[in-house]
């Protein structure tokens, strides 16, 4: 069972639409990470939300931590292909830097 | 500042052999780990070096996958003998370890195919 539940699991849109992906938990987490992944690479680390309520915003992306500190979303404004990737929400477990990812959402923006 | 190395890129081997994979973390990272991709999901921890101590293998298969990181530098993961389940992306990242939470920088992977 994955402590982070990732929906959807893929997204097609085209480009310049907009889309959320969420990611969600019955668990408390401290913090909460996003990460991108493109075909072949490791995961590349976007941004960290830390305080409950907290909205981060990285150009086009908006990262919403939920007020319980259980749940996120990322909202992706006027999508561009260059968006396309695989969507990766990660936590810290409860000792040392363990983290825990989530399943992951597959975005595909199509020009 | 040169990022995590990793080789091979690819591999594909029979089931029942054996496989090695090497890892160099960015240079002063205290902290290494190797995570098993399988597609379509996120990675998995398999195990956490904090220099050349384990801190966590709780989801290593003992049984046939084992790591070491001599010298609290390089690390190298090995599969032996390979089951088909094995085939997955191999995923190692360090970070400095100096906090909880922090950003963990990952290598490009090596995918493994066993046939």
């Known amino acids: 069972t994955q402590l982070l539940e990732q929906s959807p699991q893929f997204l097609s849109i085209q480009e310049g639409e907009n889309l959320t992906v969420y990611c969600n938990s019955s668990?408390?987490?401290?913090?909460l990470q996003w990460y991108r992944q493109e075909p072949g690479e490791g995961p590349v680390l976007l941004v960290t939300?830390?305080?409950?309520?907290e909205v981060k915003k990285l150009k086009r992306l908006t990262f919403q931590f939920g007020d319980a500190r259980k749940d996120s979303s990322l909202h992706i404004t006027a999508a561009q292909p260059g968006d396309t990737g695989l969507y990766l929400c990660?936590?810290?477990?409860?000792?040392?830097?363990?983290?825990?990812f989530g399943g992951g959402t597959r975005v595909l923006v199509k020009p | 500042e040169a990022g995590v190395a990793q080789s091979p890129r690819y591999k594909i081997i029979e089931k029942r052999q054996s496989v090695a994979f090497w890892c160099n973390p960015i240079s002063g990272h205290a902290t290494l780990y190797w995570y098993q991709q399988i597609l379509g999901q996120g990675p998995k921890l398999l195990i956490q070096f904090q220099n050349n101590g384990v801190v966590d293998d709780s989801q290593l298969p003992k049984d046939r996958f084992s790591a070491e990181r001599l010298k609290g530098v390089d690390s190298t993961l090995k599969i032996q003998p390979a089951k088909l389940e094995d085939s997955a992306v191999y995923l190692c990242?360090?970070?400095?370890?100096?906090?909880?939470?922090?950003?963990?920088?990952f290598g490009p992977g090596t995918r493994l195919t066993v046939t």
């Open positions: 939300v830390v305080t409950g309520g």
């Open positions: 990242a360090s970070s400095s370890g100096e906090y909880r939470g922090e950003e963990q920088y």
């Open positions: 668990s408390v987490f401290s913090s």
């Open positions: 990660a936590g810290p477990k409860a000792a040392g830097n363990k983290l825990t």
